[in-house]
């Protein structure tokens, strides 16, 4: 048994040295993490600001400058142009100039005080449906405003209905708090997966694997010493992500960090079943790195990470439940912003042991019977 | 063989060698299973999940609506979130059970009506109170926006029935263009075309020079009278095949399958398309000259071509909003040109003041990433 351990111990200390040995790799392991992380942290977000408009205002009046005033003093707008016919407004549309086009008729302020509804026409590019949309809600948003205001300043009818708004777990509705914390599973399981597939792979590649099968080693002895590093590699990755979601992007985390990196322990565990599962099929690396790709695509895009798993057809649904990130995704989102406890998240633990628990000796009958 | 080739005029021989040059690689290709995994398999895989799995429109989302009073006003307004297609509306009687539906996660959404809800109608101040679960922060913002307009629906059938209802505010009447339909598919599927594009274009090229350099086979093509130039026409020969494959059955599934509309010319996509793949060969091929080993490769591939066309080229997350820094690195990625292409040809016809400049920007980039892999090869050699 002792000498298990032990030989377990130097085969992960040789997995370590290869994989941390050579700067390339250890710069490609550490950095990019960082780095996606900062970036997507920026970018990945729904949220809008300096959304172009272009105005073909035909009313000039005061209450047409009044409304676009408001347009203009938010965040989220920036005027781009304003124009005397519709084709022009139209046209900046079509080239991109600006995302919406704003018309407002000449009769707009007659209406206002005549009591009846006055339409404005807002055009909206909506080559990318989702951004055409949020910018609308904008625009609905601060036109309620300008009626609740318009209607007390010229004491006109009742006070309109208010609809007091407040979000849960996130105040501001920024994606970035979405986005971050999902990170933690997506980036984790990226690096994991490719580790644990390719480093097998290259030594089948490169002979040394048949080289390790003729010392005193047994098929699960060297499963394990190639688990392990890939779990610790992964541990540390998870780590920077939290470290650069904290210190830099000040999202607080409301959970313990006792059960977030018990929970990462068993989702790096199931990845690493899946990496291992992966090598056991592959004979060269540009094989473990495009099966592992082809694993980690429906992984990363059915998980809701980038779309709520709500929006998915049934089936698809069914196929998340088999998905190890849609679990970590879940799981690091509920402990980070929500703080649940260990055992309400127990219901998206136990699958991820399953799916450790069914791949892991896959993978290591698959050894067995290949080294055989 | 070297004989025949020295009768061979210098063109003809040239040509001879870059057809055997793509003769091997092609056979390479046909052998390994995981090529073709990547070559067809993937593709396919990529538009079934994302024609029918991915989609941002908000359905069905489960609210549950607190109703404190039984006054047909609460009760009409309750109706309206039941009729409402994006929401499936359950009514709790009290604060604390719609709460703990929400921390159980199966409402996304609490509408609250208070008590005094019907007596403030007439003559008060009338407040619904709306919780989102903003975890995902997109999705709540939708959600919020819908309520609003099942209030807003609310009041607007209580104005048509004479009641006390404030009349004469301003009205927004939305159109959307170029995606009538309000689908997010018609936008996701556009983008798919440019992921595969970069998937087979680069992440597959990137290991092919790596691999040669790990196994010597590259200093054995050195003593042969190939050129670097030739070996690089060999090596982009087929996976420029094996790319445009992709590209057709991402267009046919498109068209066929998902009903995308295509409103700009074939010939523009298909113009827009090579030029992408041509740059997103040349960078597989860069990285993997460069690197030599196809482990850091892979890697920097996956961190310089996939990513980038996933998260920063407008195709999911909106570039404008993006802080100015992040903002200008976009300019850097050929995925950002070609998402704007796409989704022009795709669903706004050819507009030629976007296509002209975005087009032009890509053959730019394509002839300097080809002169900078020929470069990065030729040193090598020497």
Known sequence: MLDAVLRVIALVHKELLAILKDPRSRFSLLIPPILQCLIYGYAATYD?????????????????????????????????????????????????????????????????????????????????????????????????????????????????????????????????????????????????????????????????????LVTPYRPSEIMIGKALPSMLIGLLQATNVLLVAQLWFHIPFAGSFVVLYVVLSVFLLAAVGLGLLVSSVVATMQQAMLFSFMLMMPFALLSGLTTPISSMPRVLQWFTYINPLRYAIELVQRIYLEGTGLVQLLPEVWPLAAIAAVTLPIAAWMFRNKLT | ??????????????????????????????????????????????????????????????????????????????????????????????????ERLMLAREVDGVVR???DFSRNVYGGQPEVQVLVHGTDANHARIVENYALAAVGQWAARQAAEGK??????????????????????????????????????????????????????????????????????????????????????????????????????????TAASMLYLLIALAIGLLISSTFRSQFVASQITMLVTFLPALMLSGFLFDLRSMPLAVRLLTY???????????QTIFLAGDVWSVLLPNAAVLTVMAAGLLLMTRRVMRKTLD
Not at chain 2, 93 to 98: D, E, I, K, V
Request: with cysteine.
């Open chain 1, 48 to 212: 809008l600001n300096d959304v172009p408009f272009a105005v073909l205002d035909r009313d000039r009046s005061a209450a047409s400058h009044e409304l676009l005033a408001r347009l203009d003093g938010s965040p989220e707008f920036e005027r781009a142009a304003n124009f005397d016919r519709l084709a022009d407004l139209k046209a900046s549309i079509d080239n991109r100039r600006a995302l919406l086009g704003i018309q407002i008729d000449e009769d707009f302020e007659r209406k206002l005080y005549a009591g009846v509804p006055a339409e404005i026409q807002v055009l909206a590019d909506g080559r990318n449906s989702n951004t055409a949309g949020t910018a609308l809600g904008y625009v609905g948003a601060i036109v309620q405003q300008f009626n609740a205001d318009w209607r007390s300043e010229h004491g006109q009818g009742s006070p309109s209905i208010e609809v007091v708004i407040r979000a849960w777990y996130n105040p501001n509705l920024e994606t970035r708090w979405h986005m971050i914390p999902s990170l933690v599973g997506t980036l984790t399981l990226l690096q994991t997966l490719l580790l644990t597939a390719m480093s097998v792979a290259r030594e089948r590649e490169q002979g040394t694997f048949d080289q390790l």
């Open chain 2, 164 to 269: 006390t209802m404030p009349a004469g505010a301003a009205t927004v009447d939305e159109r959307l263009w170029f995606n009538e339909a309000n689908e997010s598919r018609w936008f996701l599927v556009p983008g798919l075309v440019v992921l595969i594009m970069t998937l087979i274009g680069a992440m597959l090229t990137s290991l092919v020079m790596a691999r040669e350099w790990e196994h010597g086979t590259l200093e054995a093509l050195f003593v042969t009278p190939v050129r670097p130039g030739e070996i690089l026409l060999g090596k982009t020969i087929p996976y420029f095949v094996l790319g445009m494959m992709g590209l057709v059955l991402c267009v046919l599934a498109a068209r066929f399958l998902f009903d995308v509309p295509l409103r700009g010319s074939l010939a523009a996509l």
């Open chain 2, 113 to 115: 009506i208070r008590q």
């Open chain 2, 1 to 98: 063989m070297s004989a025949e080739i020295m009768e061979l005029s210098p063109a003809a021989a040239k040509r001879l060698r870059i057809a055997s040059l793509v003769r091997k690689e092609t056979r390479q290709i046909i052998r390994d299973p995981s090529s073709i995994a990547i070559g067809v398999v993937l593709p396919l895989m990529l538009i079934l999940v994302f024609g029918y799995g991915l989609s941002l429109d908000v359905k069905d989302v489960p609210v549950a609506v607190v109703v404190e009073e039984a006054s047909p006003e609460a009760m009409e307004l309750l109706a309206s979130f039941r009729l409402s297609p994006y929401f499936l509306a359950t009514s709790v009687s009290s604060m604390a059970q719609a």
């Open chain 2, 332 to 342: 850097l990625l050929p995925a950002r040109y070609y998402v704007t292409l796409l």
